[in-house]
C-alpha cells in the first residue's frame, strides 16, 4: 500500500507569493491533517480535514487556508508569504479523526523556502 | 504554552545499551500519546502508541511507559542500535472540546547511537 505522498518536495518563492502545497493520503484514510516544523517551535497544528469538512484549525493566522476533495486529497495554501512561513510542511492522514482512533501517518513533507 | 515537553534535546547512548527518551505533559484530558521517529528531510514515522487506560506498550525493542499521576511518558529502546539514530518526537492527543484529536508534538529529542 503506497504511503502518504506529498507534491512537491520542495519550493522556493519569494515574498507576497502565494503557494499551494498538496498531499494524497494513503488509500482508505478519509482524515487528512497538515502540520508546520521549524526549528524553534517544532511540529506545530495546521488543520484537519474529514469528509471535505474542515474538523479543528490551529493557531495559525487566515493567511494559511486547506481544502480537502472528494477523493481524500488535500491541498493547503499559504497566500502573502512571509520570511517566516520558510518551514517543513507535513501532511498526515488516518482512517478517521480523533485520538486513540487512529494513528497518523506522515508524507516527507514539503520543503518550503521564501526569500 | 508547551502543553507536551521533551526536556532533553538531545542524547548520546553507546550501542547495545539502552536508551531512554522522556517526555512531560500537563494537560489531564490528553488520552493517546504516540512516539514517532523522524530522520532529517523525512517525514515523522509513527513508533509505538500508548493508551492512557494502559501503563505499557511493548513492541519489539521498543517499550512505552505511561505514568498518569505523573503526567510522563518514556520510550526505552533496547539494545539501541546505530540506525536508531533520529530524532525521536513524542505527541498527544485526546477527544476533549476544541481538540478532535490533533496531534499536541513535544519539540523532540535527537538520539545518537554510538558504535
Known amino acids: 500500500k503506497a504511503g502518504v505522498t506529498q507534491t512537491p518536495r520542495y519550493l522556493i518563492k519569494t515574498r507576497g507569493q502565494q503557494v499551494t502545497l498538496s498531499c494524497s493520503p494513503i488509500?482508505?484514510?478519509?482524515?487528512v491533517s497538515w502540520y508546520q516544523q521549524t526549528p524553534g517551535q517544532g511540529l506545530q497544528f495546521l488543520f484537519e480535514?474529514?469528509?471535505?469538512?474542515?474538523?479543528n484549525k490551529g493557531n495559525f493566522p487566515g493567511r494559511f487556508s486547506g481544502r480537502q476533495f472528494s477523493n481524500s486529497r488535500s491541498e493547503m495554501n499559504v497566500s502573502t508569504l512571509e520570511l517566516g512561513d520558510s518551514a517543513l510542511y507535513l501532511c498526515?492522514?488516518?482512517?478517521?479523526?480523533?485520538?486513540?482512533?487512529?494513528?497518523?501517518?506522515f508524507g516527507p513533507g514539503t520543503r518550503l523556502t521564501v526569500l | 504554552d508547551q502543553q507536551v515537553k521533551q526536556n532533553s534535546p538531545s542524547l548520546s547512548v553507546q550501542e547495545g545499551r539502552i536508551s531512554i527518551l522522556n517526555c512531560d505533559y500537563t494537560?489531564?484530558?490528553?488520552?493517546?500519546f504516540l512516539w514517532y521517529k523522524k530522520y532529517p528531510a523525512e517525514g515523522p514515522t509513527f513508533l509505538i502508541s500508548?493508551?492512557?487506560?494502559?501503563d505499557k506498550n511493548e513492541d519489539g525493542r521498543f517499550t512505552v511507559f505511561l505514568n498518569k499521576s505523573a503526567k510522563h511518558l518514556s520510550l526505552h529502546i533496547v539494545p539501541s542500535q546505530p540506525g536508531d539514530s533520529a530524532v525521536y518526537f513524542c505527541?498527544?492527543?485526546?477527544?476533549?472540546?476544541?481538540?478532535?484529536?490533533?496531534?499536541?508534538f513535544g519539540k523532540g529529542t535527537k538520539l545518537s547511537v554510538k558504535p
Open positions: 500508548i493508551s492512557s487506560i494502559k
Open positions: 494537560n489531564s484530558m490528553f488520552d493517546y
Open positions: 488509500s482508505g484514510h478519509r482524515s
Open positions: 498526515a492522514s488516518s482512517l478517521v479523526p480523533g485520538s486513540s482512533k487512529g494513528t497518523q501517518y
Open positions: 480535514y474529514f469528509s471535505e469538512t474542515q474538523r
Open positions: 505527541a498527544a492527543s485526546g477527544d476533549y472540546g476544541g481538540s478532535q484529536g490533533n496531534l499536541i
